[in-house]
C-alpha cells in the first residue's frame, strides 16, 4: 500500500457518514412539520415508526453490504448508497404530489422512502468505515477514521437544528409550490446527499488490492480473510459495550435536567447543542492527537476518563452536569477514530467490508440496548419526578469498564519496516 498523506478521501467518507447520522436524528426537532407534510395528526404514532423503520433498515443493510463490498469493491457500495440516499430522498421530496397521483396515503410513500433511505445509509455507513482503514497507511489510520466519524456528531449539531429554523420558511411557501417541496428535513437531506455525490465521486479512489504473494514463494493455502469469531469476540463486544453504556445517559438527560434543575425547553436544547458541539471538538481532536499519541493510548485513556466522569453525574449541580456531559460528549467521540483503527488492523484486506459490517452490527446492538436500559430505568424510576440517576450512571460506568478491559487487548501494529538503502544512495532492491 502506498503512502497517502491526503486528507480529502477522509473527509469525503465523512461528509457521506453525515447522511445516515442526518436521516436517524434529522427528524426529532421536526416531528410536527413532518405530521403536517404527510396530512397526519400532531403525534401519530405513525410518526415514530417512519423515524424508526430508518435504523432498523440500515441495520438489516450491514449484513450484506460488506460482503457485497469486499466482492465488487467498497467504493462501488459507497456509491451506490450514496446515490440510492439521493435517489430517495428526492422521491420524498415530492411525495405529496406523487403519492396523489398514485391514489395512495403520503405516510405509505414516505415510509416506503425511509426504508430505502434507511438501507442506503447502512450500505454507507459500512463501506465508509471499511474504506477509511483501506486508503490509509497505519501511521495515518487513527487521524482518517476520526475524520470519517466526525460526520456522525456533525449531523447533530448542524443537522438537527437546520429542519427547525427552516420550519417557519417552508410553512409561508405559497400553496402551488408547498407540496413540492417536502418539509425541511427531507430538502436539507437532499442537499447533503447532493454534496455528498459529488465530493465522493471525485475525492474517493478504489481501494488498493490485496498484495499478491511474492514471486517464487511456496504455495500454501490462502488465510481467512476474517478473523475467527474465537478470536476476535471481544472487538464485537467492545463495540457493543461503548454505546451500550452512552445511551442510557442519553436518553435520560432531557428528564432529569428538567426534574432535578428545572431546564425548560430552551435550555434543554441548549445542553443537546452543547453536546454536539463538544462531540464534534472530539473528534477533530482526535484527529490530531490519535496517531501522535498512539490509537491504543487514546482509546484507552478516553474509556477510562468517560467512566471516571460519568461516576460523579448523580452528585454534581446544574452547573457542574453540564460541564460533565458537555466533557462525556468530547470524550465520548475522541475514542471512536481510535477503536476502528485498531479494529481494521486485524482484518485482511479482502474481509475488510465483512469485518466491518459485525462491528457495525455490534454497534447497533448497543445502541438499541442503551436506549432500551434508558428507557427501563427511567420507567422503574416512576417517571421524572423520582428519576435518581445512581442506577443510569452505574449501568454507564460498568459497560464503560467492560469495554476498557476489553480494549486492553487491542495491539498497535508492528511498525512498517523501512526500505533499505544502497551505498549510492537509492533503495536497496
Known amino acids: 500500500m502506498h503512502e497517502r498523506t491526503s486528507l480529502r478521501p477522509a473527509l469525503a467518507l465523512g461528509l457521506a457518514m453525515f447522511l445516515p447520522a442526518f436521516g436517524t436524528h434529522g427528524l426529532n426537532a421536526g416531528r410536527g412539520d413532518l405530521a403536517a407534510a404527510l396530512d397526519l395528526p400532531a ?5 415514530r415508526v417512519a423515524m424508526a423503520i430508518f435504523a432498523l433498515a440500515g441495520a438489516l443493510a450491514y449484513l450484506v453490504v460488506g460482503a457485497v463490498g469486499d466482492r465488487i469493491g467498497l467504493r462501488r457500495t459507497l456509491v451506490g448508497g450514496v446515490v440510492g440516499f439521493l435517489a430517495a430522498h428526492l422521491l420524498l421530496l415530492v411525495q405529496r404530489p406523487l403519492a396523489a397521483a398514485l391514489g395512495c396515503p403520503p405516510w405509505w410513500l414516505f415510509l416506503g422512502g425511509r426504508i430505502a433511505a434507511g438501507l442506503a445509509g447502512g450500505a454507507i455507513t459500512v463501506s465508509a468505515n471499511a474504506l477509511g482503514g483501506a486508503l490509509y497507511v497505519a501511521a495515518q489510520r487513527g487521524r482518517a477514521l476520526s475524520l470519517v466519524w466526525l460526520g456522525v456528531p456533525l449531523a447533530l449539531v448542524v443537522g438537527v437544528p437546520l429542519p427547525l429554523l427552516l420550519g ?10 408547498a407540496p413540492w417541496c417536502g418539509e425541511p428535513y427531507t430538502a436539507v437531506a437532499l442537499l447533503a446527499a447532493l454534496l455528498a455525490a459529488a465530493f465522493v465521486l471525485r475525492a474517493v479512489p478504489d481501494a488498493p488490492p490485496a498484495p499478491a504473494a511474492a514471486s517464487g514463494a511456496t504455495p500454501t493455502a490462502a488465510p481467512s480473510p476474517l478473523p475467527r469469531l474465537a478470536d476476535s469476540w471481544w472487538i464485537y463486544a467492545t463495540s457493543l459495550l461503548m454505546p451500550l453504556g452512552v445511551f442510557p445517559l442519553i436518553v435520560s438527560a432531557d428528564a432529569w435536567t428538567e426534574s432535578a434543575y ?57 452547573a457542574a452536569y453540564v460541564a460533565l456531559a458537555a466533557l462525556l460528549g468530547l470524550v465520548s467521540t475522541v475514542r471512536q477514530g481510535p477503536f476502528q483503527a485498531l479494529a481494521s488492523f486485524v482484518a485482511d484486506q479482502r474481509g475488510r467490508g465483512r469485518f466491518s459490517a459485525r462491528i457495525l452490527v455490534a454497534s447497533q446492538l448497543g445502541i438499541s440496548g442503551g436506549q432500551f436500559l434508558g428507557d427501563r ?23 464503560t469498564v467492560a469495554a476498557l478491559l476489553l480494549a486492553w487487548r487491542l495491539r498497535e501494529p508492528a511498525p512498517e519496516p523501512a526500505p533499505r538503502v544502497a551505498a549510492g544512495g537509492g533503495a536497496a532492491a
Not at 403525534?43 to 410518526?47: A, T
Not at 420507567?379 to 423520582?386: D, L, M, N, Q, R
Not at 435518581?388 to 460498568?398: N, Y
Open 377 to 399: 430505568l427511567l420507567s422503574h424510576a416512576g417517571g421524572a419526578a423520582k428519576l435518581s440517576l445512581v442506577p443510569i450512571a452505574a449501568v454507564t460506568v460498568g459497560c
Open 43 to 47: 403525534g401519530d404514532e405513525r410518526v
Open 168 to 177: 417557519g420558511a417552508w410553512r409561508e411557501l405559497p400553496e402551488r409550490i
Open 262 to 318: 428545572g431546564f425548560d425547553r430552551p435550555a434543554r436544547a441548549g445542553l443537546l447543542f452543547l453536546l454536539g458541539a463538544a462531540s464534534v471538538a472530539g473528534g477533530l481532536g482526535s484527529s490530531l492527537v490519535a496517531d501522535r499519541l498512539g490509537r491504543r493510548r487514546t482509546l484507552l485513556a478516553s474509556l477510562a476518563s468517560f467512566a471516571l466522569l460519568a461516576a460523579l453525574l448523580p452528585f454534581s449541580g446544574a
